[in-house]
Every structure is written in C-alpha cells, then in structure tokens.
T-cell receptor
Framework: QKEVEQDPGPLSVPEGAIVSLNCTYS??????FMWYRQYSRKGPELLMY????GNKEDGRFTAQVDKSSKYISLFIRDSQPSDSATYLC?????????FGKGTKLSVIP | ETGVTQTPRHLVMGMTNKKSLKCEQH?????MYWYKQSAKKPLELMFV???????ENNSVPSRFSPECPNSSHLFLHLHTLQPEDSALYLC?????????????FGEGSRLTVL
C-alpha cells in the first residue's frame, strides 16, 4: 500500500464552484501534512500545512485532516481560473516529504 | 537572485553523454534535495543532503551522481542515462531535516534522453 494516495483527476469545475481535493494515507503515526500547488512548467509551492487533525483556514483555502479515516482534504471556495494547477498532498517524514500523485484542477471561466 | 534556482531549465542528451544539473539556494537553508517528477507518478525522492552530508540515497541508479560542495549548491551529475530517465528533476531546500520539514522547490530541469 502506497503511503499517500491521491486521485490524479483531471478535475474540471466552473468558476465560483467549491472544490474538494482529497488524499488518503496509510500510517496513523503521520502528523504533519501539506498541500503544494504546481502551475504548469513551475516547481511546486507550499500552499498550506496542517498538524495532526482538524482544520486550518487561509483565505479561500481550508485544509482538513481526519485521523480516524486517514483522510486529508483541501477545499477551495469561490474557485478562480488562477487556481488551475496541479495540487499535491504530502506527509512530512523525519527529513523528507512523501507526495501523492497530484490532482490536476481546471477552473473554467 | 532569490529562492531556489536550477540550471539548465531544459536539457536534451544522448545516452552516452555526460551532463550536470545545477541547483543553488539563496534561503540560508541547511538541507537540499533532488526529486524526480514523471508523468502520472508521485514525486520520487532521490537524494537528501544535510549540512553537505548525504543522509539519503533512495536506491537511485549509479548513473545519477549527486554532489553538494556547500550548503548553497547541489549538483546532479548524469552519465549513460536511459530514455526512461527523461523527467522533470526538481531541486528543493529546507531549513532543516527535523521536525516539520518544509520544502522550497526550484522550477526544475526538464531532461530528455534520446
């Protein structure tokens, strides 16, 4: 079983929609989780991180961890065409990050 | 220059060539990483250096050879590559390697092996 599983999509939504991106992880000992955003022909950039369980909000973005179901979610409210990118979830290890495959999101004007 | 810069951005090489990828970080970080990104696959960790010492070699073939002369520079030397090595090679840096690891990535070097 892979450590972090993510549906690669692609996912296409109309502008203004609420987007839900999800990952599952295998080891309940994992504590730090991160979301990276990668625009085409660019490197990934850190979007948000969460610790253990609960929610974290930053503007239109909310990251959520559900430890009981080993589920990581990223919600984007009022999605914009500029949100079109690949979103990568990751769990933090002792000196590295382990990534999911990434979900490609397109927000259609 | 700010952040993490990688050169070259694009590289085409034959299977018998020798080339190098270069990475420089201007963030004052202590750790540097090489990741490989292929289509429809998760990012694969290749190498980790902490304070110029290699702390991880993730079963990478010997045709990839890393070098970290100081905490700001990282190289990936390439020789006798295979077409399946064609991918985006991402360099990243991190303030440290313990606790919450935050990676700051460069824009990548797109490698094509003919």
């Amino acid at each position: 079983q892979k450590e972090v599983e993510q549906d690669p999509g692609p996912l296409s939504v109309p502008e203004g929609a609420i987007v839900s991106l999800n990952c599952t992880y295998s080891n309940s000992a994992f504590q730090y989780f991160m979301w990276y955003r990668q625009y085409s022909r660019k490197g990934p950039e850190l979007l948000m991180y969460t610790y253990s369980s609960g929610n974290k909000e930053d503007g239109r973005f909310t990251a959520q961890v559900d430890k009981s179901s080993k589920y990581i979610s990223l919600f984007i409210r009022d999605s914009q065409p500029s949100d079109s990118a690949t979103y990568l979830c990751a769990r933090a290890g002792s000196y590295q990050l382990t990534f999911g495959k990434g979900t490609k999101l397109s927000v259609i004007p | 220059e700010t952040g993490v810069t990688q050169t070259p951005r694009h590289l085409v090489m034959g299977m018998t060539n020798k080339k190098s990828l270069k990475c420089e970080q201007h963030l004052g970080h202590n750790a540097m990483y090489w990741y490989k990104q292929s289509a429809k696959k998760p990012l694969e960790l290749m190498f980790v250096y902490s304070l110029e010492e290699r702390v991880e070699n993730n079963s990478v073939p010997s045709r990839f050879s890393p070098e970290c002369p100081n905490s700001s520079h990282l190289f990936l030397h390439l020789h006798t590559l295979q077409p399946e090595d064609s991918a985006l090679y991402l360099c990243a840096s991190s303030p440290g390697t313990s606790g919450r690891v935050e990676l700051f990535f460069g824009e990548g070097s797109r490698l094509t092996v003919l």
